[in-house]
């Protein structure tokens, strides 16, 4: 079954920490991982992809096969990234629907 | 960047009533779209995939001939909530993929069924 975890619901951290939002997910196959981020009263938005092998705003993600994760992660907080964060996951040959994962809030505090 | 749009934002409707939204793809084609729907703080849960031309495709445990989904044309697809009820007031947001690849998502509409 195609499944995607984000098991934290909250994260809160000071400005200036290291984040780390957890993603594991389950899919036989060859997925592909993204990260969306909804700030407040905004709609959903492509933070980044992981065959982009990007940096975006400072975050990270990296595919871990053996450990089916992609957790994202930042260096140092800042307070403009609160959010909620989406991991989600595209199967090969479904006609691009993605599975997304419980979300996680982020809160970076002063 | 490809810019999705809904309508209306928000609507209040009576228990029994239908209520149609449309998501449209402003400045590029879409020969699939998806909607999903949200609860507060909590995640999108998919329920169809609306492809141009056929027949939507839906999710285990959606009701289509509750949630019925049009997709007229290659920049527009419909959500018609019928005998809408209370227990379907919740934020519905649509989704195209953009060259297949990135999927560009709607600002949402919040249904309150009274």
């Known amino acids: 079954a195609q499944r995607v975890t984000q098991p934290e619901k909250l994260l809160s951290v000071f400005k200036g920490a290291p984040v780390e939002l957890k993603c594991n997910y389950s899919?036989?196959?060859?997925?592909?991982l993204f990260w969306y981020v909804q700030y407040s009263r905004q709609r959903l938005q492509l933070l980044l992809r992981?065959?982009s092998r990007e940096s975006i705003k400072g975050f990270t993600a990296d595919l871990n096969k053996g450990e089916t994760s992609f957790h994202l992660k930042k260096p140092f907080a800042q307070e403009e990234d609160s959010a909620m964060y989406y991991c989600?996951?595209?199967?090969?040959?479904?006609?691009?629907?993605?599975?997304f994962g419980q979300g996680t809030e982020l809160s970076v505090k002063p | 960047g490809a810019v999705v749009s809904q309508h209306p934002s928000r609507v209040i409707c009576k228990s029994g009533t239908s209520v149609k939204i449309e998501c449209r793809s402003l400045?590029?084609?879409?020969?699939?779209m998806f909607w999903y729907r949200q609860f507060p703080k909590q995640s999108l849960m998919l329920m169809a995939t609306?492809?141009?031309?056929?027949?939507?495709?839906?999710e285990q445990g959606v009701e289509k001939d509750k949630f019925l989904i049009n997709h007229a044309s290659l920049t527009l697809s419909t959500l018609t909530v019928t005998s809408a009820h209370p227990e379907d007031s919740s934020f519905y947001i649509c989704?195209?993929?953009?060259?297949?690849?990135?999927?560009?998502f709607g600002p949402g509409t919040r249904l309150l069924v009274l």
């Open positions: 989704s195209a993929p953009y060259f297949q690849e990135t999927q560009y």
């Open positions: 992981h065959i």
């Open positions: 609306s492809n141009e031309g056929s027949k939507a495709t839906y």
């Open positions: 400045d590029f084609q879409a020969t699939t």
């Open positions: 989600a996951l595209k199967g090969l040959g479904q006609g691009g629907k993605l599975i």
């Open positions: 899919y036989s196959g060859s997925p592909e």
